[in-house]
């Protein structure tokens, strides 16, 4: 299966997938333009929509792509998500005859309600819940969920390939340096996304290896986020601990 990370709107991936016989899906479009472009350069046939939540950044296109392929879309059920065709939920497998391809589908509240994502095919296409070297921002969740969700997602394979819907990984990467400056695996993380965006290429995919070993939000449990913490009189517990990391995140400006 060839991932390709599709740029749309201000920095958000819209994520196709493909076989060599030119079958494809596209998940969380927030525009349908793009799509549509890469479908023709490419010689594409689309099959199927798949959507993790309900935000119009990544839904945004669903709809005329729905209409002008006459594809199924596949999203949790939210009945903020009009557009869908089928729902699907957690511990559910959905199965594609065209591309061929199964994705398990893992509930991640915490940036939304109804967030979920869709692994297999050695990706985790994971929305707004995980980036690279970050987190996405508890808009309806708690921190509580959130934590439990990204520790569901840091079990999965190592050479998973982490799809985000964002291009957030030079930010998150300054934060990531004030919590944990003495990270050799964080500093050559930063120094390959810096070579990478200079040459206007994205910062993603990602092993899930490389993000245990640098997105401190996997690491509330490390010892060089725990110090943290404990500066900042928030070491008690994992949930506390990744509360005040997130609400540092959210308070960050450089």
């Not at 010689?43 to 669903?62: E, F, N, Y």
């Not at 869709?118 to 959130?146: A, H, I, K, N």
Request: glycine share 6%; charged share 20%; aromatic share 6%.
């Amino acid at each position: 299966m060839h991932v390709v990370p599709l740029p749309a709107l201000a920095d958000n991936y819209i994520w196709l997938l493909h076989d060599k016989s030119k079958q494809a899906i596209v998940v969380d479009p927030g525009a349908a333009a793009p799509v549509e472009a890469a479908l023709a350069s490419r010689g594409l046939v689309l099959r199927a929509v798949l959507l993790t939540h309900h935000h119009a950044d990544h839904i945004g296109g669903a709809g005329r792509l729905r209409d002008i392929y006459d594809v199924p879309v596949y999203a949790p059920d939210d009945e903020r998500i009009e557009v869908a065709t089928h729902h699907v939920k957690d511990g559910e497998t959905l199965s594609l005859p065209q591309p061929s391809a199964r994705f398990d589908i893992i509930a991640v509240p915490g940036h939304t309600l109804s967030h979920i994502v869709y692994v297999g095919e050695g990706v985790l296409l994971c929305g707004d819940t995980l980036f690279s070297l970050g987190c996405g921002r508890l808009f309806e969740g708690t921190p509580m969920q959130m934590l439990a969700s990204l520790q569901r997602l840091a079990s999965l394979p190592g050479d998973t390939l982490m799809c985000c819907g964002h291009e957030y990984t030079v930010a998150n990467g300054r934060f990531a340096q004030t919590i944990d400056p003495d990270n050799a695996a964080l500093r050559q993380r930063l120094d390959e996304v810096a070579k990478l965006r200079a040459d206007h290429r994205p910062s993603v995919p990602v092993t899930l290896s490389s993000e245990l070993a640098c997105n401190p939000f996997l690491r509330i449990n490390s010892e060089s986020v725990i110090d943290w913490c404990r500066r900042h009189g928030a070491a008690n517990d994992p949930v506390t601990r990744f509360a005040a990391l997130r609400s540092a995140k959210d308070a960050f400006r450089a």
